[in-house]
């Protein structure tokens, strides 16, 4: 039913109210419509138009399938019940709609784009793939359709044609925000950390408060090894977006890189406040109080996990080697064994264990330990160096030396400068085959 004409004049005027946004305005006027005249199709067009733009998406439903039980001709009606179905997640119904639009129209531009972008939402990346590469046919310029086919090829692993997509998009459309921060994905998980700089940049520039922008900046200044800087943004992110575990996640990594172990305590205390039964995190600021020499703190945050997780065996084990810090080696031990019992392959609790019986000279169950901790991670240099100190307090010479030699085969680097700089071979110092190493 088309509308009678004392009433066009006021939907002309609800049309000029959407294009200026003004959409509860101009729901109002077709509301009034629409009581005069319940099956006016144009208002319920527009209405439903007016109800999508205000996020009142099943109510833009029923407007849309009543206008098209009266006209079901207008792919323009098809496309917007689509778009409305695509709000509500209803995704396969939402293509059923976009075919129909299509069907009526096969040019029909924005059908096309929203249908490609359905087909990428359900991965299926490949016929996604030929509705953008259909568009761009079409409207070589389509900048959208280069993003949408960038993102496409990004999924499927193509990140250098995703990058030159990304460039497509960005030559039609210079300040396209979202084509600059996703190429800038790309160039950083290709290893191009300067030109993703760039990009991050770029998107920073046309919208300061982008917090992601901020992140990935970070992110990217830290694999340049600019650690101050990547500070910097992080705080710029939760400046914007104060609930940002991703940053502060990593700021905190960074600032217990740099030793700033008390700012690194203070962002873990941030993170904790923001999910309080988080045991990751809270094992993490556990073994930043450690380090510090802050053992009685560390004790506590490690058994807040435990009261957690009952059968956190990292907990377990890190407050085993903090009461060793304290001197309750038999507490220590009994910790290191709970960590055992519940994962018997945890390498790293019978590496610390053996550490810490070669501290307490009890070397000959050390070694057993480091032998354990090496049949489940091999070649690890650090504990053939602790099993070579152990060999050597026990006056084993050629075993120290035989694991000293594997260490440094595995890390000459490190291992080569820490043997010879280390006073506790002072008593081999003097072998040859030490001296050779």
Known sequence: MNLSDCWKGLHHLGVSLIELKRFEEALLIYNQILESEPNAYDALVFRGIALQSLESFEEALIDFDRAIAHSSDSPYVWYERGMTLYKLG???????????????????????????????????????????????????????????????????????????????????????????????????????????????????????LHANAWYEKGCTLDKLGKLEDAISCFNKTIEIKSDSPEALNRMADILYSLGKLEDAIETFNKLIKLDTNNCLIRNRLGTTLGKSERYEDAIRVFDQVIEIESHNYVAHCFRGFTLHKLGKNEDAITAFNQAIEIIPNYDLAWKIYGSVLHKLERNEEAILFFDKALDLSPNQPNILYDKACCYVALNQIDLAITNLQKAIIINPKEFRDKVKNESYFDKIRDDIRFQAL
């Open 90 to 208: 209803r995704l396969p119904e939402t293509l059923a709609s976009i075919d129909i639009a299509i069907e009526i129209q096969p040019d029909y531009l924005k059908a096309l784009l929203l249908r490609g972008i359905v087909l990428l939402e359900q991965k299926r990346l490949e016929t996604a793939l030929i509705s953008f590469e259909k568009l761009i046919k079409m409207k070589p310029n389509y900048s959208q359709a280069w993003y949408e086919k960038g993102l496409t090829l990004y999924e499927l692993g193509q990140l250098e044609y995703a990058v030159m997509c990304f460039d497509k998009a960005i030559d039609f459309k210079p300040n396209f925000e979202l084509a600059w921060y996703d190429k800038g994905i790309a160039l950083f998980d290709l290893g191009k950390f300067e030109s993703a700089l760039t990009c991050f940049e770029k998107v920073i520039e046309i919208e300061p």
